[in-house]
């Protein structure tokens, strides 16, 4: 799966940038590699931050459910019981938003009395998608990264059959450069980017 990125910005073209993206940092290491002026900028869910630090929202995120075009068993919907039934693919970033998803859903599950049937653990969400594409199982991915991963035409997106509580995905960076003109520039191409006032990427 390809993941948007800053070379997709026409503003990039033709001047003097070099950026490198580390996608799998921690939040407290990002925060004291950005106290030492290693790391410019961050994007994710943040709580918990030390007060030297400003934050700016992109975006609400939420989660939806993948399964195959042919589920043999789900159709335009999937209920809680086809939920719970279905072999599921999780994946576990060391860093990020998703940790606080998957700990909802544990907690659902619990709650239900039901055990989750797990085929398959990924350290990360890339691939899943033929993951689901080539089996029954199912996964839950935020609706932004489903959005890519259905425009390859092998899955569908699926609204999850329960409320879950909507992540607020923000910029973050240290007060050090709150006022420097390049990274000010730098702050409103990622805003000019990203910023997208929907609950979810699909309809």
């Given at each position: 799966?390809?993941i ?6 026409p503003?990039?073209?033709?001047k ?9 940092v ?6 004291q590699?950005?106290?030492l ?5 961050a ?5 918990g931050?030390?007060g ?7 975006f609400?995120?939420?989660y ?7 589920h ?5 919907r999937?209920?809680?019981?086809q939920?719970f ?5 999780i994946?576990?970033?060391?860093a ?9 859903l ?6 239900k ?22 089996s029954?199982?199912?996964?839950c ?16 997106a ?10 607020d ?12 003109e ?22």
């Amino acid at each position: 799966m390809r993941i948007p990125v800053l070379e997709d910005l026409p503003d990039l073209e033709g001047k003097a940038v070099l950026v490198r993206a580390d996608l799998n940092v921690p939040l407290d290491a990002a925060q004291q590699m950005m106290k030492l002026g290693q790391i410019d900028l961050a994007v994710g869910m943040f709580s918990g931050l030390h007060g030297d630090f400003i934050q700016q929202r992109l975006f609400h995120e939420t989660y939806v459910v993948l399964v195959r075009k042919k589920h043999p068993k789900i159709g335009a919907r999937i209920d809680v019981e086809q939920f719970f039934a279905a072999d599921h693919v999780i994946y576990t970033p060391t860093a990020g938003s998703h940790g606080r998803f998957e700990t909802e859903l544990d907690a659902l599950f619990a709650q239900k009395g039901r055990a989750r049937k797990v085929a398959l653990q990924l350290a990360h969400s890339s691939g899943i998608d033929q993951i689901v594409a080539s089996s029954d199982f199912i996964a839950c991915v935020p609706s932004r990264v489903a959005s890519a991963m259905v425009d390859q035409g092998s899955v569908r997106a699926l609204p999850l059959p329960f409320d879950a509580t909507p992540l607020d995905i923000s910029q973050l960076w240290h007060e050090r450069c709150h006022r420097d003109e390049g990274h000010q520039w730098f702050r409103s191409l990622i805003f000019e980017m990203f910023h997208d006032s929907r609950q979810s990427a699909i309809a």
